[in-house]
């Protein structure tokens, strides 16, 4: 099993790193790649150095399975070269998602869905990932109807730079500014760039891309997402309407039993999710769930996640292992 990591220095692409270490994924040769400006630094893997090689190299050697963190650009120039060779690419960037020739996979959602012939593979947003992992199982049993979003999401969601702005603005130390703002004691409702509608590319990604998932169209969407001072994950308050009604308790018992998810809604001993303690976690935290007053069949829940983990890096690990466990990778490419 050849690995190649595309992105290996970034911070999603150090995250896939650790958590193929932490899982030992049965890899036999590891293929760290980044940009031209960054081959020949040195990785660390399970306890041993590998070099990191431009992608051109690791084309050649031919890799069973490439994770891509480098950005959408990258990845729409490189991930068709990758698959051409029998490279099976599972995409962490907006490249591919919304390509109707491409699967949008969560795996304890619509793994099923994938066969042998899907080259390229698209992981989604962030947010996406652990809105739809506590939304699927209700979704099933009582039908959404409509969906109204606000996140708060952390800075290691934007990258190093912006880790790098928050605490330098905290410290007083020199960065390079990413935000039109300062983000250290602030929040910024702006992430990712303003589109037509006046909605972010952010929010409008939760929307469609929620939809694919899903597999129902539908469902009624609207999100605001906000970039918050926080290092450790990104959380979300949902309103959620069903067609059907529902009992809390039964919301809670169904969540409870859904694997990859964690109930944490006991008010009386102060407990419900946070970031900090989500962050370093593979689980999608959820509490804070109870009836919206307001109007039938609707409920409020508040839901965490380490956007660096679940929401990115151990999702396409778990992709891939679900492609190496139901035998779907090339053999062409070891040739």
């Not at 699967?103 to 042998?116: C, D, G, M, R, S």
């Amino acid at each position: 099993m050849k690995m190649a990591v595309v992105g290996a220095t970034g911070l999603v692409g150090s995250t896939i790193l650790k958590i193929l270490a932490e899982q030992d994924f049965p890899i036999d040769e590891l293929i760290p790649v980044a940009s031209e400006k960054s081959a020949g630094k040195q990785v660390v893997f399970k306890d041993k150095h590998y070099t990191v090689v431009t992608a051109q190299e690791a084309i050649t050697q031919k890799p069973h399975i490439a994770i891509f963190s480098a950005g959408g650009k990258t990845s729409l120039a490189l991930a068709p070269q990758f698959a051409a060779v029998g490279t099976t690419v599972i995409d962490n960037s907006s490249a591919w998602r919304m390509d109707e020739t491409k699967k949008l996979i969560v795996p304890e959602i619509n793994a099923h869905l994938l066969t042998n012939e899907d080259k390229i593979i698209a992981n989604p947003n962030c947010s996406t990932i652990q809105m739809v992992m506590a939304l699927a199982p209700l979704h099933k049993t009582y039908g959404l109807k409509r969906l109204v979003i606000a996140t708060y999401q952390s800075v290691t969601g934007t990258g190093k730079k912006a880790v790098d702005q928050l605490l330098g603005e905290k410290n007083n130390t020199s960065f390079e500014a990413v935000y039109p703002h300062p983000i250290y004691m602030n929040l910024l409702p702006h992430i990712d760039i303003f589109l037509e509608n006046d909605y972010t590319k952010e929010e409008m990604k939760m929307v469609n891309e929620t939809h694919k998932i899903l597999g129902d169209k539908s469902i009624g969407i609207t999100a605001t997402a906000v970039r918050v001072p926080v290092m450790g994950g990104h959380s979300e308050a949902l309103n959620v309407e069903f067609y059907k009604a529902f009992e809390v308790q039964a919301v809670k018992d169904l969540l409870t039993q859904t694997p990859g998810i964690i109930l944490q809604d006991d008010l009386q001993n102060n407990l419900y999710p946070t970031p900090l303690e989500a962050e370093g976690k593979d689980e999608v935290f959820v509490g804070r769930i109870r009836r919206d007053e307001s109007q039938p069949n609707t409920l409020n829940m508040w839901v965490v996640a380490d956007n660096l983990r679940k929401g990115a890096a151990t999702n396409a690990i778990q992709i891939a292992k679900y492609l190496v466990e139901n035998d779907l990778i090339s053999e062409q490419v070891s040739v």
